[in-house]
């Protein structure tokens, strides 16, 4: 990992930034009005977004309004087609080619990545490996950490989401619940600056949604930075530090939890929250 940042020419900027007067406010991603097309068709159309230590913003708006394409955008599983991306200070450059714009560098690619980690509605843990191999997994071969502490912080990783009994299961022999707890703590393993959660309770009985948002909860608690897709509303206004309401690609209405839920101002918030 410090190989990969030495190359960008940020690792002073990241100890720099983690001299103790400007850890307040220390921003750890900024997205500058992000553009998305699919074909001809916009779907994203200007969104801004800052995250700083600490934040914890929520993204809401009824279904095909953006918000997963935001998040795949935040770490480059889409690649933006317009806009600006940094990550801890660190620009991310874009150049045109010939099959659009696309990242300058992959070494940003694989940078952005693993500062921002995406956990998804789907668990998507690899089906061949064992929980603890998919954990394991990106430390070893993404950062170059040895593997016996690489093991070692798993362990703790599954212990701490609750499935220390698990480590030696597949992904087939989880509960989806279990499954997601796992998922989180193989985003936890890169230690990321940033993690994205889409949807992480939708495909999951109700039953076993519960475990999965005190891991969240929790991640909070340590002073984590996260950016949420939820539709779990009583959730989102408990724990997120900022709201965005995302209408047909673009920012709608922003603001804090009781901004937002309690005097919402776009007649068109006030009616996707009223049919919630
Ligand atoms: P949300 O997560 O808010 O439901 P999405 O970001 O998934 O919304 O989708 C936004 C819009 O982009 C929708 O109209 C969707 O159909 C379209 N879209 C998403 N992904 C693709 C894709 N890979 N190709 C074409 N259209 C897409
Ligand atoms: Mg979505």
Redesign the pocket.
């Known amino acids: 990992m410090i190989k990969i940042i030495e190359t960008l020419g940020v690792a002073n900027k990241s100890l720099a930034s983690e001299s103790r007067d400007s850890v307040e406010s220390e921003t750890l991603l900024k997205a500058t009005k992000i553009e998305?097309n699919?074909?001809n068709?916009p779907?994203?159309k200007g969104i801004s977004l800052t995250a700083n230590r600490g934040d914890i913003i929520t993204?809401i708006?009824?279904?095909?309004?953006?918000?997963?394409?935001?998040?795949?955008c935040l770490n480059l599983l889409?690649q933006p087609d317009g806009g600006e991306l940094e990550v801890h200070g660190q620009k991310i450059g874009f150049k045109n080619t010939r099959h659009g714009r696309a990242p300058e560098n992959d070494r940003h690619v694989q940078w952005m990545r693993s500062r921002v980690a995406m956990v998804f509605q789907n668990f998507n843990l690899w089906a061949h490996m064992t929980l603890l191999e998919n954990i394991v997994e990106a430390p070893i071969h993404v950062l170059g950490v040895s593997k016996s502490k690489a093991y070692e912080h798993a362990h703790s990783l599954l212990e701490r989401v609750g499935l220390a009994e698990r480590s030696e299961h597949y992904p087939s022999q989880l509960s989806g619940g279990q499954q997601q707890r796992g998922a989180i703590a193989r985003a936890l393993a890169m230690n990321p600056d940033v993690m994205l959660f889409?949807?992480p309770t939708s495909a999951l009985d109700p039953e076993l949604v519960g475990d999965v948002l005190r891991v969240i909860r929790s991640l909070k608690e340590e002073g984590r930075t996260m950016i949420l897709?939820t539709h779990e509303m009583q959730f989102a206004e408990d724990v997120s530090t900022k709201i965005m309401y995302?209408n047909q690609?673009k920012v709608e209405e922003v603001g804090t939890p009781s901004q937002i839920f309690g005097h919402p101002s776009s007649a068109r918030l006030r009616q996707f929250l009223s049919t919630r």
């Open positions: 998305k699919f074909g068709t779907v994203l993204l708006g009824s279904s095909g309004s953006g918000k997963s394409t935001f998040l795949r889409e889409d949807e897709v995302l690609g």
